[in-house]
């Protein structure tokens, strides 16, 4: 099919202070594909998707989207060029109601109209979040704070959604959901994600493609379906003997 890549990272080096996160990080995401970045503990996906939105400067290397370099460009920035991040841990607003959270989501929209409509899709995705449009965030569940937590990120109607571990803490049920979502807004709109899991065989289910990160390293790539193969990665990620 040709054409350029949404993102690409260029052998990125990125530091917290000594400590040397990401040793030279070459990827990149085409645009319509799920993308899946696995890896243990402290391997350093986190800090990849954080190097990608902007919330991290990488000492060297360059991260391109859009065919434009965004290397050290503000995350406000990236966000209004359609890039949004579900960061670790959700993050919502636990003093504000649902619908205030969603609101806030749009910060980068100007269009009053174009908010509100936003809304009623982000409920129409969920409607779990529209029945409780008025609780507030923080007395959600988990699960329901995740959903509400990507509705946000979708208020700015992102090409490039960075998903950090939306199954941790779910029971299975709620991690069945938000993978079905995924795949929906990949497959109905479009929209192309860079998925971080430590649930290997669910994001190798629903990916295209595959990373694997090891102490900052990609130490293999390829389709989902030849990763979720690999005796390497079956031992170590997906719970193979
Ligand atoms: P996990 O699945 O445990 O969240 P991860 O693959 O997302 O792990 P990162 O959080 O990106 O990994 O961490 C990569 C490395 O950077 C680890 O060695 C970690 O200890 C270190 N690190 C992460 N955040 C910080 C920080 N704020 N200050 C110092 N070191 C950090």
Not at 15 to 31: D, E, F, R, S
Not at 184 to 210: D, F, P, Y
Not at 217 to 224: Q, V, Y
Not at 231 to 240: F, I
């Amino acid at each position: 099919t040709g054409g350029a890549p949404l993102l690409e990272l260029s052998d990125i080096h990125t530091y917290y202070g000594q400590i040397h996160a990401l040793k030279g990080l070459n990827m990149t995401v085409n645009p319509g594909e799920i993308v899946a970045l696995i890896g243990g503990n402290g391997a350093g996906k986190t800090t990849t998707l954080r190097t990608i939105s902007g919330m991290m400067k990488p000492k060297t290397g360059t991260v391109t989207y859009q065919g434009q370099n965004v290397t050290g460009v503000p995350a406000y920035t990236i966000m209004q060029r359609g890039m949004s991040h579900v960061p670790e841990g959700r993050r919502i607003f636990p003093q504000l109601s649902v619908r205030e959270n969603l609101e806030v989501g749009a910060y980068t929209v100007r269009d009053r109209k174009v908010i509100a409509e936003r809304i009623e899709e982000g409920f129409n995705l969920f409607p779990r979040l529209r029945e409780r449009e008025n609780q507030l965030g923080g007395t959600m569940s988990g699960g329901e704070q995740q959903m509400l937590a990507i509705a946000r990120a979708l208020m700015v109607a992102p090409k490039l959604l960075l998903l950090d571990e939306p199954s941790m803490g779910l029971s299975p049920l709620f991690v069945e959901a938000i993978f079905d979502i995924v795949e929906r807004l990949n497959k109905e709109r479009g929209t192309t994600i860079l998925l971080v899991e430590q649930n290997a065989s669910m994001a190798l289910g629903i990916a295209h493609r595959a990373y694997v990160l090891q102490t900052g390293e990609i130490k293999l790539s390829g389709a989902a379906a030849d990763i979720a193969a690999d005796e390497s990665v079956r031992k170590a990620y997906l719970g193979d003997e």
